[in-house]
């Protein structure tokens, strides 16, 4: 079992930056940040191999956003830079036994934090 605490949301302003961090009880094989926007379906931002530090992002947020991985901590963090009105959502990170080759599907992934909420106003 695997616990997932987000922490990092808030409200920015349009061309803005946050940082999301993910902390897990402990090691998962790979981590991936998923956003909900409301009506809409949950969608895959990035996601990260914890073991190799291989990172895939979306089309969307690359250029913008990093994922990356402090080992000692068991925390993964997503650095959001250059915020989008459209960026607003309830984002969560989760979490796989093994590594996620299909990282952007939620069936990839068996431990969900709780979301934490980012809105950008423009």
Same mark, same amino acid.
């Given at each position: 079992q695997v616990r997932l605490v987000e922490s990092g949301g808030g409200s920015v302003q349009a061309g803005g930056s946050l940082t999301l961090g993910c902390a897990a009880s402990t090691r998962p094989a790979f981590v991936g940040w998923f956003r909900q926007a409301p009506g809409k379906k949950r969608e895959g931002v990035a996601g990260i191999s914890v073991g190799s530090g291989t990172t895939y992002y979306a089309d969307s947020v690359e250029g913008r956003f990093t994922i990356s991985r402090d080992n000692n901590k068991n925390t993964v963090y997503l650095q959001m830079n250059s915020l989008k009105p459209e960026d607003t959502a309830m984002y969560y990170c989760a979490a796989a *036994?093994?590594?996620? /080759? *299909?990282? /952007?599907? &939620?069936?990839?992934?068996?431990?969900?934090?709780?979301? &934490?909420q980012v809105t950008v106003s423009s």
């Open positions: *036994r093994w590594y996620a /080759s *299909r990282w /952007s599907l &939620t069936d990839e992934y068996n431990y969900w934090g709780q979301g &934490t």
